[in-house]
């Protein structure tokens, strides 16, 4: 069994800075939450620009964030991209597991079956928003993992995300990608949730403003 895989991330944690609040723990800036961390806070192995099928959409309403957050969906809906990027991160499997307790509020230490995930590519572990597993495929034969909503496309309610919030998904895009903010603004005006709420000039503004890593 394997005993590392890929985490991909497509939101705020492509983000390093934002990443390292579920890998060391501590309170990121514009928010009260408490990250407790990983069991095993060692740096992931590898990072990696990853492209995926299917594609990134904004739903929910974020406290923290005030407005959509991202999701991934491989089953797009009619006239939805089908093309997505994420930043893959090296992690063990315990770590993997840690990443999503925190990011459903649990302590971290439930552990993970990634055969499971492996063998049926989609696993639902829980209700929450966060807690479908989603296998997309392997890289150097390991397997890419991330995790997601289990709601059907076609029953999305969009949320359109804040400013603050594409900010830091631009910064991961910078990090993890190496694109720069006109290949950026061309990636996130299509994607559901940005396109038709944001204008090309609103959305490059808000990806030059300065970001936290909240």
Not at 60 to 69: D, E, I, K, R
Not at 117 to 125: A, K, L, M, T, Y
Not at 158 to 174: E, F, H, K, V, W
Request: net charge negative; hydrophobic share 35%.
């Amino acid at each position: 069994m394997t005993l590392h895989i890929w985490y991909a991330a497509y939101g705020s944690n492509m983000c390093a800075a934002r990443f390292d609040y579920y890998r060391l723990g501590g309170t990121p800036p514009g928010t009260d939450h408490l990250y407790a961390g990983f069991r095993d806070p060692t740096p992931p192995a590898k990072t990696s620009a990853l492209t995926v099928p299917g594609t990134v959409y904004f739903a929910w309403q974020s406290p923290v964030w005030t407005g959509g957050v991202a999701f991934y969906t491989d089953q797009t809906a009619p006239g939805w991209p089908t093309d997505a990027v994420a930043r893959g991160y090296l992690l063990t499997l315990d770590q993997f597991a840690d990443m999503l307790d925190q990011e459903m509020y649990r302590t971290p230490g439930r552990g993970f079956d990634v055969s499971r995930v492996v063998e049926q590519g989609r696993v639902r572990f829980g209700p929450g928003r966060y807690e479908t597993v989603v296998h997309l495929g392997d890289e150097d034969d390991v397997p890419i993992l991330t995790f997601t909503a289990p709601w059907l496309p076609e029953a999305v309610e969009l949320q359109r995300p804040s400013a603050r919030y594409l900010a830091m998904i631009g910064a991961g895009l910078r990090e993890g990608q190496g694109w720069d903010t006109d290949r950026i603004v061309d990636y996130l005006r299509t994607r559901p949730g940005v396109a038709g709420q944001w204008d090309e000039r609103e959305l490059r503004a808000a990806l030059l403003s300065t970001h936290d890593t909240g």
